[in-house]
């Protein structure tokens, strides 16, 4: 049996995450494990278009990344909790993290995407299940959150 002290549970706070939040909690109970709550900042690259340099769009302060991370409370006072927010990109920083703080799994959700979805947005969570140094268990969110998002997109001029 897989002994798990550590899980690492990276999120991009998409509708996608909390139902992963929630196994990452009943895991980290059942197990008495640990649970480290990341979030990486996508830090955008200047880009360069016909009237010279383009500014990337604003990214919310690291207080506020912070502070929306320690939204992410256990609902089993027992599991203990650490927030992190690192800078880089995304799947990497996720490897990284997942090999600095020994993590025995990680636990996140994922969009699903398929066809020219996932070839275009990529897909963080297949690149973290190939370069990752542990086991990994990925999430799709239940049928309701996935049809909310799809309407909230379908409204989207």
């Given at each position: 049996?897989?002994?798990?002290?550590?899980?690492?549970?990276?999120?991009?706070?998409?509708?996608?995450?909390?139902?992963?939040?929630?196994?990452?909690?009943?895991?980290?109970?059942?197990?008495?494990?640990?649970?480290?709550?990341?979030?990486?900042?996508?830090?955008?690259?200047?880009?360069?278009?016909?009237?010279?340099?383009?500014?990337?769009?604003?990214?919310?302060?690291?207080?506020?990344v912070m502070a929306k991370l320690e939204e992410y409370a256990p609902?089993?006072?027992?599991?203990?909790?650490?927030?992190?927010?690192?800078?880089?990109?995304?799947?990497?920083?996720?490897?990284?993290?997942?090999?600095?703080?020994?993590?025995?799994?990680?636990?996140?959700?994922?969009?699903?995407?398929?066809?020219?979805?996932?070839?275009?947005?990529?897909?963080?969570?297949?690149?973290?299940?190939?370069?990752?140094?542990?086991?990994?268990?990925?999430?799709?969110?239940?049928?309701?959150?996935?049809?909310?998002?799809?309407?909230?997109?379908?409204?989207?001029?």
């Amino acid at each position: 049996m897989l002994q798990i002290n550590n899980i690492l549970f990276p999120t991009d706070f998409s509708d996608h995450a909390l139902p992963a939040f929630h196994v990452a909690c009943a895991l980290a109970r059942d197990h008495r494990a640990a649970v480290t709550v990341l979030h990486v900042r996508d830090v955008p690259m200047l880009a360069f278009g016909e009237f010279g340099a383009v500014p990337p769009p604003a990214l919310p302060s690291r207080a506020d990344v912070m502070a929306k991370l320690e939204e992410y409370a256990p609902p089993d006072e027992s599991v203990s909790i650490e927030h992190v927010v690192v800078e880089g990109v995304p799947a990497e920083e996720i490897v990284r993290a997942a090999v600095d703080r020994n993590s025995d799994l990680i636990v996140m959700g994922t969009h699903g995407r398929t066809g020219i979805g996932r070839l275009v947005m990529g897909s963080v969570a297949e690149a973290v299940v190939r370069k990752a140094p542990c086991a990994v268990l990925t999430l799709k969110a239940p049928m309701a959150a996935a049809e909310r998002l799809e309407t909230k997109l379908a409204t989207v001029p």
